[in-house]
């Protein structure tokens, strides 16, 4: 079946812009979670959601960045504001449940690259 | 706060076994992960302790020790297509904090 697809797959962008990252999770997760990952580092927890309900978003740097899954299956990334610093490769991963030994189904990722 | 150590790099050359430690300071903890990521590739789960103990999975294992906040994974007979980095990861509440990782590289 399908895994987990992003879009777009990369996004160049000039620095104050706005941009919206998708993600579409495997069909029945109730789980999904958005990542941001550096060259060199592990996966850094950004936001979940468990249905449509941002369940933690902790792991959000600030509130340039926000997150929403109205429908509890799409979800989008939103940066507002871009900076030079939030140059990186988002990730999302969905999971049948949350928690647990719920094993997380990652996406190809989207590099955004903001000059 | 939550803080994973791993090493950054580890070599080996084909057929040998390699371990990956982990070592962890966290709250709420509730089970290690572990996840390989080619380069380029999204990160793909290879393993789970929640217990004390081995789990094994085909030519990979993973120990957890709870009371020595401390993991390994291991990675027997090794071929090429293992070169890649590994992460493990720490369960708290219901999301997973990951470690930096190790990049392994497998040479003939």
């Given at each position: 079946g399908a895994g987990v697809s992003q879009t777009p797959s990369n996004k160049v962008t000039e620095k104050g812009k706005y941009v919206e990252l998708r993600c579409d999770p495997i069909s029945g997760h109730t789980a999904l979670y958005w990542y941001r990952q550096s060259l060199g580092q592990g996966p850094e927890f950004l936001i979940y959601f468990q249905g449509t309900g941002a369940?933690?978003?902790?792991?959000?740097?600030?509130?340039?960045f926000f997150a929403v899954r109205p429908e509890g299956s799409v979800s989008t990334l939103k940066i507002q504001?871009?900076?030079?610093?939030?140059s990186a490769v988002y990730l999302c991963a969905s999971s049948?449940?949350?928690?647990?030994?719920?094993e997380q189904f990652f996406g190809p990722g989207t590099r955004l690259t903001v000059l | 706060g939550q803080s994973l150590e791993q090493p950054s790099e580890v070599t080996a050359v084909e057929g040998a076994i390699v371990q990956i430690n982990c070592t962890y300071q966290t709250s709420g903890f509730y089970g290690l992960s572990w996840y390989q990521q080619h380069d380029g590739g999204a990160p793909t789960f290879l393993s789970y302790n929640a217990l004390d103990g081995l789990e094994e999975t085909g030519r990979f294992s993973s120990f957890l020790s709870r009371s020595d906040s401390y993991g390994y994974l291991l990675l027997q007979?090794?071929?090429?297509?293992?070169?890649a980095s590994y992460f493990c990861a720490v369960g708290t509440g219901d999301k997973l904090i990951f470690g930096t990782g190790t990049r392994l590289q497998v040479f003939p």
């Open positions: 369940a933690d978003d902790s792991g959000l740097p600030n509130d340039r504001r871009t900076e030079r610093g939030d049948l449940n949350a928690g647990g030994r719920n | 007979e090794l071929q090429m297509k293992d070169s």
